[in-house]
């Protein structure tokens, strides 16, 4: 089976993953999980497509236990290293977040910044993840996770959106054209490895309605949905979700 992109891209790219300015937001979105969880330490927390473990570290940090689970063995090697670092035992564990192993273990679940969501190939192997997630969280257990937001490409320029806001960050995205029917975004993303080497992919990713994620999420059992706005390194609830918010921050009790 040939590899797919979002395997490619972070087969080594841990320590470069760090770089990235979307990553810069990490103690401002926990403080918005903290509050999520009423600040209960008891909870036990699963931490879906956890990359480099940042949200998991400062959790951690914080007294939470959590599990943090990726596809990547590149990622969840520096994570571990990071956790090593600051002498903390956290369980970062290789799984497929279309096929997890566990049952009614976790009282919530954080599927943060495209943690494997919206990066299949499919429609059908997106929804696996989010029916895989509920499966490992307990009845009354909450799910948090951030999307692409469907709303954005039908005003704005995804090519722009590249262009304007990546320039800083070690990957460049290069639009390959917005399909209307599909809701997928077909780019081109170059960046360099740990190691220096360059590399050129195609990637496609799914943008969702924010219908779509109500519809998906209430035909799983969750009755509660909240969707707003979703601002790096500032989640709030008063954020309405607006047209120009390139990604969408979903709560589901």
Not at 16 to 28: H, Q, R, V
Not at 178 to 201: Q, W
Not at 205 to 234: C, H, N, Q, V
Request: proline share 1%.
């Amino acid at each position: 089976m040939s590899e797919k992109w979002y395997e490619k891209l972070f087969e080594n790219y841990g320590k470069s993953y760090d770089n990235e300015k979307f990553t810069k937001g990490t103690i401002g979105e926990c403080d918005f999980l903290e509050k999520e969880f009423n600040f209960n330490k008891s909870l036990k927390i699963l931490d879906v497509g956890c990359g480099t473990g940042r949200h998991s570290i400062e959790l951690t940090k914080r007294g939470y236990n959590i599990t943090g689970i990726d596809l990547s063995e590149s990622q969840l090697k520096r994570a571990k290293e990071k956790a090593e670092i600051n002498n903390l035992k956290i369980d970062f564990i290789k799984h497929d977040a279309r096929n997890l192993p566990f049952e009614s273990e976790f009282d919530a679940a954080i599927m943060l910044c495209e943690g494997g969501f919206s990066l299949m190939e499919t429609d059908e192997m997106n929804f696996e993840i989010l029916k895989n997630v509920k499966k490992s969280i307990k009845n009354k257990g909450k799910l948090i996770f951030t999307t692409l937001n469907g709303l954005f490409p039908l005003f704005h320029s995804i090519d722009g959106f590249h262009e304007d806001g990546v320039r800083e960050d070690n990957a460049i995205y290069k639009s390959d054209g917005f399909n209307l029917m599909t809701m997928r975004d077909y780019n081109v993303t170059s960046f360099t490895d740990d190691d220096g080497n360059k590399h050129e992919l195609n990637c496609d990713e799914r943008f969702y309605m924010p219908s779509e994620i109500t519809w998906l999420l209430k035909s799983l059992g969750f009755i509660k949905i909240d969707i707003y706005g979703a601002k790096l390194g500032a989640f709030s609830r008063n954020d309405k979700l607006k047209t120009d918010d390139f990604e969408m921050l979903i709560i589901a009790e």
